[in-house]
């Protein structure tokens, strides 16, 4: 059984997407060129396509099943994960090919784009999962246009300004949703209610789903944090580095699992979360870490990073700051993102012979990290403040909206309705 | 609980398994070799094999989870899947390549006759959806040789007669398998009662293994279109034609959806129906389709016509002809599929210079069309009344069994037994 | 709901999964380096890569949804499976480098390593599915651990006293793994209770689930099969013996399947131990396996011989030597496992011209198997002897504590807890 939908949102859903999918193809038509310019190009085809395919995999399964876990919403949970990844790709083509279109007119579409574009799209999958289940389609798509133009634009300053190169800026999805994500939740939550959310259900079976898109983010993260190399050698080095990472980090989760458990349980969404902080961790990094243990390191560090944040960190957010993260975004991804870019500034800095090279270094590194942050507070602010405001009608009905749209008994925005 | 079958099926399915299992293997010994010829070849091993598996995934995986959406025939829904998929695989293994006997005595198995074989099998998956929960597995296999005899036939007739090259005629499976198993639903429905089939059921768990297999051919269908493509600059026009062509069939798959139901809600089984259309339609006009606008305008298009199909004609052709199509591959494969061969002429024409030109190969497209719509006419209709006609007393039994041996009390052909 | 632990495995499983770790890392930190040598190897990127990625879904997510068809404990099985397979593979990694290190002073890490490392991992994963159910997670580590020690000490008499080719004496995982699991569940169960165990429950959505990673290990095994094998035109063949023998043994043992049962139902659980008897024996004899029908052959007979071996063998096991195997492991691996022995020995030997050079390679083949089945057989016994011998109060704890520990109402092995 489908959710219900509030009969209004038959006549937004259906004309957003459509209007935004024609917009699409028109802009395709005035600038899009399905053309390899070259031999060497050609020969990226064997390089990408296994990889690409991967990244699809991790995006459209990973990220859509890993969304299942509550019990009432497994089925929508994974058809809006399909529909907003799809959605903020296409966005993500085209506001990634301004540059170029500035240039030459000319947005040129091949694999290598479209793999950038859907890890643009992972950002806004990011910070979807710390609003799942408080908001309704058209809130979600809506969010996923926003947070997309937000990275694009932080990319575009980080490359630009900063020079970082794009592998490196791109990484940064993970603290830029994670941070997005939480700023959503917050004002979301701050504008309605007072009132603490229930634990999230889940069954066993919806837990079986869930655990099997936790298993392939788990096995395909190594592609994910190769596939924008251009070096094989790196690029089997990263591959290398991710495994290590991610198997030390699922290791180390299991355990803290237990041992923070008071019954000696395997808490599973606990452990979900915290598996793979490691490919988040050694994502972010990917270009400094050479060495196995450097990677097996950052791995267990992360796990346990991860796991305190999921275990004190939520906690304290819902109670001090009224902020409810239905995923643990930050503790899986923004945590683990924020260590990996430690990991990056001392290992770089650890590599460099000249002392002036390395505070150069460590200036600009500093400062990347804190154009993403407020970026990404403030896009998040600003994106949950034009859903989130109770005097703008238009928009609190759509809130109010969501009361209706969810049967979920838990996380249900009920008191809302009451207030407006 | 496996459904528990009529205790003649017993002598039935196992000796016709064995039979035809120990008959290929014997056709094997005779006639089979394993070898590649050149360096040439050795080198497609890296071409071929990712895609390969991406193929085998959806074959398998794709098809399989698709089927378990009727709440009562998950398990034997993707069991029977398996099953079919390699004997037909097996069989068109022989057939395709009974060409090659005719001039060597030898049938070479490659990875590349091993794809095109798991290809023709597809086009016998599609025409089993349309039958899915109103056959058993013996009618299912036997069904299945002889949909891959007819689709071998009538590439033959193709490549032969029309000079048709060996991608484009496989690639209209899509249109074979779909008319095959319209007339094979029509035939064996109207032989057996005048009455109205009830709703398929699903539930929740069953609609997510279903969505599982959707988006596993989702995935993997730039692959499916791709792989028979030798030239690497066209192949990789072929991914990045189908996945932006899937994109748009699945947003404006499930706008539609949420659109044309009355009280707003998305249906997961029309939207999973419609998602794939895209594809389908770019399959077919995939030699054609340069420009990314005419991919994503080409998804459009499919998903628009796919879903009034799947509204519109499904009941229709139940009320007014009596055929009823379970997995609707009408619209998910045969509309579809017909779009992109018109897109393909349309292309051609507007590429062609030369006027004769044009003229000459509409002609050729218009038979190619002509010749495969009405050989697939054909042997469903043939195929249906071997197994639909009540005179027949072997075969009607077999029908008869199907309502005991299947537990749909909602697709119960349990009129048949009454009538007989 | 996960299972709930005994209050003391909490104690026990994560201070050992730590210091495991914590071990790994520093091991990592004095020994390994992620390096590639030279230009060859970095070519190999683009040959392993998909694979690596194919055996790893295989490993992780294949054998790991396997195990979920009991009915209750479809969850725990899933993430143990993830946490042992992980485990085994560090451990394996470290094992097979000792060689390397001994002469070096450097383990190098690169795909290949990790492949042969996972490979390792899947004979300790197989014979744990032997106990399935019957073992808590300390067990399960442990277990793991001594397995994979005792694979590759296997493997390196093999390859030194023997001269075994390297894939040719990793592919012996499947015998190895089987009967170690065998002996395993004998001393443990034998030292337990007199009582037979109950039937294996488990219901439809769970063997959707056990379904699902059947379909990944059918799917990918020829990515299993063919990863070690150097040769471009080899590696082929493997991939296409394979995959005939995959298919003619899921036909066989579907329709062996119908035959045995009194019902003529399809017993899934049965099914699926036979489908993949082919991968394991054409697995076993990959490097002399050439033409089609041998390898089509091979499955047919692995089929047979696994499904006389669960309908006969695994019942004579309970009755006779009161050794329950859960998962079936000595038919699903070990016996198509000695028919690929048998296999290549038969084949090897005919296609040898020199008398002498055939009974010389007879002789060694042979001790080959004497080698692995003694070792395997005394590795087996030790480590069920060690967790299962009633006098070390320590480890009869452990046993003791699997009563409590989980939720079989079928599997449990409540008498241990009496006798004690």
Redesign the interface.
């Known amino acids: ?11 937004r ?6 209007i ?3 917009g ?2 028109i802009i ?2 005035l600038c ?3 053309k ?1 310019a070259n031999k060497l190009d ?2 990226s ?3 990408f ?6 990244v ?2 991790m995006i ?2 990973g990220f ?2 890993l969304c ?1 876990f509550p019990v009432r919403y ?3 949970g ?2 809006f994960n ?2 907003v990844a ?2 903020a ?2 966005w993500a083509l085209i506001l990634n090919g301004i540059d170029s279109w500035y240039n030459t007119k000319i947005i040129r ?3 290598k784009s ?1 793999i950038k574009a859907e890890l643009c799209a992972v950002s806004a999958l990011i910070s979807i999962g710390s609003v799942l289940g408080k908001t309704n389609p058209v809130q979600l798509t809506l969010i996923a246009l926003l947070e997309v133009t937000g990275f694009a634009l932080n990319e575009w300053l980080l490359q630009t300004l900063l020079k970082v190169r794009p592998p490196n800026s791109i990484m940064l999805l993970h603290v830029f949703g994670a941070l997005f994500g939480l700023m959503l939740t917050w004002i979301l939550y701050r504008d309605g209610s007072k009132q603490g959310f229930e634990k999230e259900k889940f ?3 919806s ?3 869930s ?2 898109g936790v ?2 983010l ?3 993260w ?2 994910f944090n190769s596939v924008l190399v251009e070096d ?2 790196t ?3 990263a ?3 991710t ?2 990472s991610l ?2 980090s ?3 989760a ?3 699992a ?2 923070s ?1 008071p ?6 969404i606990q ?1 979900q979360s915290c ?1 793979l902080a490691g490919g988040a961790a050694v994502g972010v990094s990917v270009s400094v870490v ?4 450097e ?3 950052l791995g ?1 560090t992360a796990a346990i990073l991860s796991t305190l944040g999921y275990r004190y960190l939520k906690t304290h957010l819902l109670i001090a700051f009224e902020c409810h993260d239905t995923c643990s975004v930050l503790s899986t991804h923004g945590l683990p993102g924020l260590l990996g870019w430690l990991a990056h500034l001392v290992l770089q800095i650890k590599y460099c012979d000249d002392h002036t090279v390395a505070v150069r270094f460590a200036v600009f590194h500093i400062c990347t990290l804190f154009t993403t942050v407020s970026l990404s507070l403030s896009m998040g602010i600003i994106t949950g403040g034009r859903f989130g405001d109770p005097n703008k009608t238009k928009n609190a009905s759509m809130i109010r909206l969501s009361g209706r749209y969810l049967h979920f008994p838990n996380l249900v925005v009920r008191n809302l309705r009451q207030k407006n």
Chains 1, 2, 3 share one sequence.
């Open positions: 059984m489908a959710p219900q939908y509030a009969p209004s949102l038959r006549s859903l259906a004309p957003l997407l459509l935004l999918q024609t699409f193809i395709a038509a899009f060129e399905n390899e050609r020969k085809f064997l390089h396509y296994p990889e690409f395919q991967d699809n995999v459209i399964l859509g099943f299942t497994g089925f929508s994974s058809g399909l529909l799809i959605i790709t296409q579409i091949d694999l479209i069954d066993r079976k837990g079986l789903f655990m099997l298993v392939f788990w096995m395909f190594p592609s094989d050698q690029r089997l080095e591959v290398c580095s495994y290590l198997a030390v699922a290791v180390t299991a355990a803290l237990v041992l458990s019954r000696g349980k395997l808490n599973p452990m598996v050479q060495q196995p243990w990677a097996m390191a267990f």
